[in-house]
């Protein structure tokens, strides 16, 4: 798919704020700008205040675990996300969202909001990377697909009640579930603000057009 540049954002832009902490923070701003909305940059509690959607971007999920907990975060990401604010997560962020990990690293916490387990580097080590074109399954949409990179990528092994499986791909001759959506959260074990798919990321924008202000969904 492809996209077209917008001029500069305008008053009532969606803000999408991009946890900036570690990993490929530059990729994901890049992506919503050229959809037309405008990327903050989440270092601190004070700049989840007034957005309308948050990335958690690739990298790694132990150490931007950590750095979350270093910076304060962890409480007011939990508090945003459960109340309803239009979260993605890719690859780390999907480690970071889900409620089990099944392989965490050493004193590995998540924020346990996404009812999946997680296998983190299920598909090898980075020079196992590869492109891939999977379908892409939004609820009300044609079937499409999307083209993304995996690397070191996690994969979901077990999904609770009202996880809605958004890709699904056969690798190595297994089939694998590699994107899911919850509530306002979509959680993806690929990269597509690498490839230059915005599919995901129009999602998350649509997300954030549905949600009203400043109540959003009941907390958890």
């Known amino acids: 798919m492809t996209t077209t540049a917008q001029e500069g ?9 991009v946890l ?3 990993g490929g923070v530059a990729e994901h701003e890049r992506m919503i700008s050229s959809l037309g909305a405008r990327a903050r940059k989440v270092r601190r509690p004070a700049d989840l205040d007034q957005l309308d959607g948050l990335i ?16 304060g975060l962890r409480e007011a990401l939990i ?23 099944e392989n965490p690293a050493p004193g590995q916490r998540s924020l346990g909001l996404l009812r999946i387990e997680v296998r983190r580097n299920a598909f090898g080590p980075q020079v196992d990377s590869m492109e891939l074109s999977a379908g892409w399954h939004w609820p009300g949409e044609p079937e499409g697909r999307i083209r993304a990179a995996a690397i070191r990528a996690p994969e979901v092994i077990a999904i609770g009640a009202g ?15 590699l994107g899911v959506r919850y509530e306002n959260l979509i959680a993806l074990s690929l990269h597509p ?10 999602a998350l ?9 400043p109540e959003r969904l009941p907390a958890r």
């Open 79 to 101: 508090n945003s996300i459960s109340n309803g604010l239009p979260t993605l997560g890719t690859c780390a962020g999907m480690v970071l969202l889900a409620e089990w990990i």
């Open 56 to 71: 958690i971007p690739g990298g790694e999920s132990s150490v931007i675990g950590r750095l979350i907990d270093l910076a």
């Open 205 to 213: 924008l649509a997300l954030a057009a549905t949600v009203g202000e």
């Open 193 to 202: 603000e690498l490839t230059g798919d915005p599919t995901a990321h129009r």
């Open 9 to 17: 954002p305008t008053v009532g832009t969606p803000q999408i704020g």
């Open 163 to 177: 996880v809605e499986v958004l890709i699904r791909a056969s690798i190595g001759g297994v089939p694998r579930i």
């Open 20 to 22: 900036a902490l570690q």
